[in-house]
């Protein structure tokens, strides 16, 4: 069975934005690849496609406006992230059209972030690009994880 999760994809201009932060070349840091860049509202793992694609096509999904930044900082061991805020609702109904299928929830509240670093030592001194930026989410998307660890949008949902 494939890797999936649910994901709100950047439209281009704020996709520019990310890119355009400062990218120091660091010993144990890894940039997020731009096509890589994407907020998770739910993650699955591995699952049945097909149920998961009835569940959401058959769920009344909210639009949302989302609002980054203003800086990136930690979540976590390892990640650095830029905040999201505005897709708690979105998550709660995704969370809910989901849970028919079977699967069981996380352990944790949603954070919303979009992941811009993995590091294994430490950030650079002084980190602190700004970044804000907004925008309407209008569809959101069912992606899964391929070998080779690209990602594939298996559908996109308009929201209501």
Known sequence: ??????AVWPPDEVLRELVAMPRPAVDGLRWTKPERLHVTLRFLG??????VQVALAAARL????VTLGPR????????LMVPV??????AVAV????SPVGL???DHPFTGHLT?????RKLPPGYRPALEASFAVTEIALVRTEPSGSYTNVERYTLA
């Open 1 to 6: 069975m494939p890797r999936l999760f649910v």
């Open 46 to 51: 591995q699952c049945d496609e097909a149920e």
């Open 62 to 65: 909210p639009a949302a406006r």
């Open 72 to 79: 990136p900082r930690l979540l976590g061991r390892g990640v």
């Open 85 to 90: 805020q505005g897709l708690d609702d979105l």
């Open 95 to 98: 969370e809910a059209a989901i």
């Open 104 to 106: 069981p929830p996380p």
């Open 116 to 120: 811009v670093a993995r590091f294994k």
